[in-house]
């Protein structure tokens, strides 16, 4: 009996796929190690993709997914070994919105330009908890100055600051909750 090239990695949920030998969808839900393993000799070539049960890694990839991909994500998820939630949300702001290649993606790339990362019930929420959140850290004396400011003289417009250029984000929800990263320009 061989051992799974996936069973020391991290489950990334199942696949769906397509098959073009026979021109049809596969008819079941794949494993990430079916993935990796499918012989496009054998079984056909195919093309895959997340089955959208963990939106997570869903988001990691736009479409098309290869065993070379998820045994990458996996790999690199071990190698980061914290909070799978805000690392594969790190890994999918580093595709996304730095335009990294999971293929060669680092943590060194991970750990140069983080994003913060902001948690609310609804976007509003994630983006008014991130506006004050990214004021009182990048400019702590003007947020002081604001949150003392009992006259209200001081204006602070939180939802077009979270939209200035100072700013790459990128919305997603995870389960009920809407999550907003942000990184500086």
Request: hydrophobic share 40%; with cysteine.
């Amino acid at each position: 009996m061989t051992q799974s090239i996936t069973a020391t990695l991290p489950d990334l949920g199942t696949f769906e796929g397509f098959n073009f030998r026979d021109q049809c969808a596969i008819e079941r839900t794949l494993t990430a190690d079916e993935v990796v393993n499918w012989d496009h000799d054998a079984d056909g070539e195919a093309e895959f993709w997340p089955s959208g049960e963990d939106p997570l890694v869903k988001g990691v990839f736009d479409g098309n997914v290869t065993g070379s991909d998820l045994i990458a994500l996996g790999e690199l998820l071990i190698a980061l070994d914290g909070d799978r939630t805000e690392d594969l949300l790190r890994i999918q702001f580093a595709i996304r919105m730095q335009g990294c290649e999971l293929s060669s993606l680092t943590i060194q790339e991970l750990d140069d330009r983080p994003p913060m990362i902001f948690y609310g019930d609804t976007m509003t929420d994630a983006r008014k908890e991130a506006a004050f959140g990214l004021f009182e850290t990048f400019w702590p004396d003007l947020f002081k100055a604001w949150n003392e400011d009992s006259a209200g003289v001081l204006d602070f417009d939180w939802y077009a600051f979270v939209d200035s250029p100072l700013w790459s984000t990128h919305e997603v929800r995870v389960g009920n909750k809407a999550v907003l990263m942000v990184a500086s320009n």
